[in-house]
C-alpha cells in the first residue's frame, strides 16, 4: 500500500537543496594544532524536516468491524507514505488499502482468515522524500476477546457482623468490565457495607440477614457478554461476643501497570472485636495522600499511578487498643512507556568532518536504543560508532554517501517512541581532488616521515593541506591531525610508540570545503632499544671484581645482557660475555692487581643492543690498601668480638658492686669514727651541762645514730673500739673546749649529717624545776 502526496496536500513549499556557503579558511588557523575534529562550520538546514504528524497507535479491534490506522507525515514534497505489516509491504486489496490522506483502511477486520492469515499484528507507516525516509512507531492490533469465566463465585455461609467476599475472573481484551447482581438485580454500590473491586471482587462487612441471597456476575466488553454461575450467601445465627484474634483473609496480589493507569490493592480482615486495618510502604516511605483512597473498610486504590508509586505496600489488620496485628503484602510495579528527554537534531557537515546525533530516552524499565538509516537498521563500521548505550551516534569522516534520514527508536515493554533528524552532507563543485602518491617511512622508534603529491585537478585555491593520523588498532574516534602548509608536502610525525602500526590519509583544504582524502598508508614504527642498565662494581679481591645492576622496567623489551672489560690502556675489549635477562651480577676474575680495568654493561633485544654504562675500577689501589691494612681473621674477629663484649658486660657488674661496696665501707668509716671520737672524749672529761639545759642530746649520723646503737646492743653486736681504728684510721679527734653550759660535739664535715629532733627515752628531770628538758639541735 503507498500513497503519492503533492505539494498541495499539505501546502508546504519546495525548498532548493542548500549548497555550502560556510567558509573552510575561517577554522584552517585553528588546525595548526592537534584537533579531534573540524568545528568551525555551522549547521544549517530546512525549516521543515520529514517528521510524523501523526502516527499509528495500539488498537483492539472487533471482529468483522472496519479498522483505520492513521498516519500523517509533514515534510518536502514530494513524499510518498507506505505501509507495513509485522516487517513485511502491505499490498492495497479489497480488505486493505491506503487513503487519500495516507491512513490505513482495514475493512473487515478478521482474527484468522480462510487461508490462516490473521489482521493482527504490529502495523508501521513508512514517509520517504528526495532526502530520506522515515518509519513510524509500531501499533500493536489485537482482535477483541473474551474467554469463559476460569473462576465462579462459591456458596458462602457466614455469621451475622462477618465478612462475606465474593470473586469470579475472565479474561478479554479489552479488560472486560465486571458488575455484580443479587436476586438477578443489580447490586446496591450506594450501600457502604458493599465494595466492589475492579478485578471482580464483592465484599460486603457487618452482614446482617437481608443480605442473604443469590450473587453471580456480569462479565463485559465490546466483544462479548458472559455471565458466571450462582452463588448463594447465608447469614446465619446472631452477632457472637467471642473474642477472635485478627485475621486477614485476603491480602494485597502483585500488580505490574502502566502509568496513569489505577491500581486496587486488596486487603479484608476479620477479627473480634473488629480489626484496624493499615497500610504502609515494606521501604519506609510514606504513601502520600494526593490520589490516595481507601475503599470499604481497608482497600488501597491509587489514582493516576506514576514510577514513585512502585514498591512493596503492606496491609496490616490490627487488634484495637492492643499491639496484636496479622501483616500481608503485595507488589506493584508501574511502568513507564519510553519517551524522549533530549531527540536527535538535524545537522549539515562538510565532506570529511564529523556528525554526531544524540538520542536520550526515559522510561521504566529503561528503554532499548535502536538507530535506522533511511529505515533499515543502521549498521555500524569503522567510521561510524554508537556509544553511551547507543544513545550517542558518531559518524567519522562523513561523505556523500552518509546523507541520509536517520532515526532513533526507543523502546521497552510499555510502549515505544521514535525520532528522526537527517544528515547533509555539504559539498562544492570545484573542490581539489585527493592529494597523490602518499608514502609513509619509519624513521625511528618514534619518527615516520609522510610525504605526498599535489591533487591533479583544482589546486590553485588550495590553501593547506592536513594530515590525519591513527593507530591502526585504535578506533577512528581516536584520529588526530597536524595542519601542513599548502607549499609543504612532507611532514615529520614524531611522539609515536616503537613497534605500533599507524595509518596516515591527506586532504587538501581551500576556502570553500576539503578535497576527498587520500589513500590510507599503514606503516610501523622501529621496535625500541632498551635502555641503559645501571651499574655497579664492587671489588672481591685483588684479581677479582664483581660486576652487579639492578633490573627494572624501564629498561623496556630486552633479551639479555652484554658485558665486556678490557685494561684501559687497550683498545680491545674482552667479551661480550652474554646473560641472562633474569641475571643481575657476574665476577670478573683473573684480572692483573696493579692495573685499572673499564667495564661496559648493555642491553639487547630484537631491535638492537641498547646503550652501555661504563665503569672503572683500580685494582692497585685496593692493594696498597690491603698492605697497609693487613686483612683481618674475620672468624677470629668475630669471636673476639663475642667474648670482648661478654668481658665488657662482666666488667661493668664488677665495677657497681665495688662502687656500691665502697660506699658502704665509707658510710661504716664515718660512723665508727664518730663513735670512736665520742667514747675518747668521754673517757678524758665528763662534759658539763647546764642544770637549765639538761636534757637527753645526743649526735645523730644520718638521722638514726642512737636507734643504731640500740640495735646494735639488742643484737647484743659490740664495735671493738680497736678494730674500728684499725680498720678506719681517723685523725685525732679535736679538744672541745671545755664549757659549762654547751653540749660537747666532734667536728665532723657537714655533708655528712642530717638536722633531726630527737626525744629521749627517759628525760631526766631538771633539778631547779623538775619538767623535762627540750630536745636538743643536731648541729650540721
Known amino acids: 500500500a503507498h500513497s503519492y502526496l503533492d505539494s498541495s496536500t499539505f501546502d508546504l513549499p519546495a525548498l532548493p537543496r542548500p549548497s555550502l556557503s560556510a567558509p573552510v579558511g575561517c577554522c584552517f588557523a585553528l588546525l595548526l594544532t592537534r584537533c579531534p575534529s573540524l568545528s568551525c562550520f555551522s549547521d544549517f538546514g530546512h525549516s521543515s524536516e520529514l517528521a510524523f504528524v501523526v502516527e499509528p497507535s495500539d488498537d483492539i479491534a472487533v471482529q468483522e468491524q472496519p479498522l483505520i490506522l492513521y498516519c500523517q507525515v509533514e515534510g518536502i514534497q514530494p513524499i510518498t507514505i507506505t505501509w507495513r505489516k509485522n516487517g513485511a509491504m502491505i499490498v492495497d486489496s479489497e480488505n486493505a488499502f491506503m487513503l487519500a490522506n495516507g491512513s490505513l483502511y482495514v475493512s ?17 507507516c513508512m514517509a520517504q522524500n528526495h532526502y530520506g525516509l522515515v518509519v513510524s512507531r509500531k501499533a500493536k492490533i489485537q482482535a477483541a476477546t473474551m474467554s469463559d469465566f476460569h473462576i465462579h463465585p462459591q456458596n458462602a455461609v457466614v455469621e451475622e457482623g462477618g465478612v462475606a467476599r465474593f470473586q469470579c475472573q475472565i479474561h478479554g481484551l479489552p479488560e472486560p468490565v465486571i458488575l455484580w447482581q443479587k436476586n438477578r438485580m443489580p447490586v446496591n454500590t450506594d450501600n457502604e457495607r458493599y465494595t466492589l473491586l475492579p478485578k471482580g471482587v464483592l465484599q460486603i462487612t457487618g452482614l446482617r440477614a437481608e443480605d442473604s441471597g443469590i450473587f453471580h456476575c456480569v462479565a463485559t466488553n465490546i466483544a462479548n457478554v458472559k455471565f458466571s454461575r450462582e452463588a448463594r450467601l447465608t447469614v446465619s445465627g446472631s452477632h457472637s461476643t467471642v473474642y477472635k484474634d485478627p485475621m486477614i483473609l485476603v491480602g494485597p496480589e502483585n500488580l505490574t501497570l502502566t502509568v496513569h493507569q489505577t491500581a486496587v490493592l486488596e486487603c479484608i480482615a476479620t477479627g473480634n472485636p473488629r480489626p484496624i486495618v493499615s497500610w504502609s510502604r515494606l521501604d519506609g516511605r510514606p504513601i502520600g495522600v494526593e490520589g490516595i483512597q481507601v475503599l470499604g473498610t481497608g482497600n488501597l486504590m491509587i489514582s493516576d499511578l506514576s514510577v514513585q508509586h512502585s514498591g512493596i505496600y503492606v496491609c496490616a489488620a490490627n487488634k484495637p487498643g492492643t499491639r496484636v496485628r496479622r501483616t500481608a503484602q503485595g507488589r506493584l510495579v508501574v511502568q513507564a512507556p519510553a519517551e524522549f528527554v533530549q531527540h536527535p537534531q538535524s545537522i549539515s557537515r562538510p565532506v570529511g568532518t564529523t556528525a554526531i546525533f544524540t538520542c536520550v530516552a526515559q522510561g521504566e524499565p529503561p528503554p532499548q536504543i535502536t538507530w535506522l538509516r533511511n529505515g533499515q537498521i543502521l549498521e555500524t563500521g569503522d567510521h561510524i560508532k554508537l556509544k553511551n548505550n547507543n544513545s550517542t551516534l558518531s559518524i567519522y569522516g562523513i561523505n556523500q554517501a552518509d546523507e541520509a534520514i536517520y532515526q532513533c527508536i526507543a523502546e521497552n515493554s510499555a510502549g515505544s517512541t521514535q525520532a528522526s533528524a537527517r544528515l547533509t552532507v555539504l559539498w562544492a563543485e570545484g573542490l581539489p581532488g585527493p592529494p597523490q602518491s602518499v608514502r609513509a617511512e619509519t624513521v625511528s622508534a618514534t619518527t615516520i616521515q609522510v610525504s605526498w603529491e599535489e591533487p591533479l585537478q583544482n589546486t590553485k585555491e588550495i590553501i593547506g593541506y592536513v594530515l590525519h593520523i591513527r593507530k591502526a588498532a585504535d578506533p577512528v574516534e581516536m584520529e588526530y591531525q597536524e595542519a601542513v602548509s599548502k607549499s609543504t608536502f612532507q611532514q615529520l610525525v614524531t611522539d609515536l610508540e616503537p613497534s605500533t602500526s599507524y595509518s596516515f590519509y ?47 622496567i624501564k629498561l623496556g623489551q630486552h633479551e639479555g645482557f652484554k658485558l665486556y672489560y678490557r685494561k684501559v690502556h687497550l683498545s680491545q675489549y674482552t667479551g661480550p660475555v652474554l646473560l641472562a635477562s633474569n641475571v643481575t651480577a657476574y665476577n670478573i676474575t683473573h684480572l692483573d692487581a696493579s692495573m685499572v680495568y673499564e667495564v661496559k654493561l648493555l642491553a639487547y633485544n630484537q631491535h638492537g643492543d641498547g646503550n652501555s654504562t661504563v665503569r672503572f675500577v683500580s685494582l692497585r689501589e685496593t692493594m696498597e690498601r690491603t698492605v697497609l691494612n693487613p686483612p683481618c681473621d674475620c672468624m677470629k674477629d668475630e669471636q673476639n668480638n663475642k667474648t670482648s663484649a661478654t668481658g665488657i658486660i662482666i666488667g661493668i657488674h664488677i665495677g657497681v658492686t665495688c662502687i656500691i661496696f665502697c660506699v658502704l665501707f665509707l658510710m661504716f668509716g664515718y660512723r665508727g669514727r664518730l663513735l670512736m671520737c665520742k667514747n675518747v672524749q668521754e673517757q678524758l672529761s665528763t662534759p658539763q651541762i647546764p642544770r637549765s639545759q639538761r636534757s637527753a642530746a645526743g649526735i645523730i649520723l644520718n638521722g638514726a645514730a642512737r636507734r643504731d646503737r640500740d640495735e646494735r646492743d639488742l643484737n647484743g653486736k659490740q664495735l671493738d673500739m680497736n678494730e674500728l681504728e684499725r680498720l678506719f684510721p681517723a685523725s685525732p679527734c679535736p679538744d672541745p673546749p671545755a664549757t659549762d653550759d654547751d653540749t660537747q660535739i666532734p667536728t665532723l664535715p657537714m655533708d655528712e649529717f642530717s638536722i633531726v629532733e630527737e626525744q629521749p627515752d627517759s628525760p631526766p628531770k631538771s633539778p631547779h624545776n623538775g619538767s623535762p628538758a627540750a630536745s636538743t639541735q643536731t648541729l650540721l
Open 506 to 552: 591527506i586532504k587538501a583544504y581551500t576556502s570553500r570545503g576539503a578535497s576527498k582524502a587520500s589513500e590510507v598508508t599503514v606503516v610501523s614504527t622501529l621496535g625500541e632499544v632498551p635502555a641503559m642498565p645501571s651499574l655497579f662494581i664492587k671489588v672481591i679481591n685483588s684479581t677479582a671484581v664483581q660486576a652487579t645492576w639492578e633490573p627494572s
Open 108 to 124: 473487515r477486520f478478521q482474527r484468522i482468515r480462510g487461508d490462516g492469515s490473521s489482521d493482527e499484528g504490529e502495523y508501521d
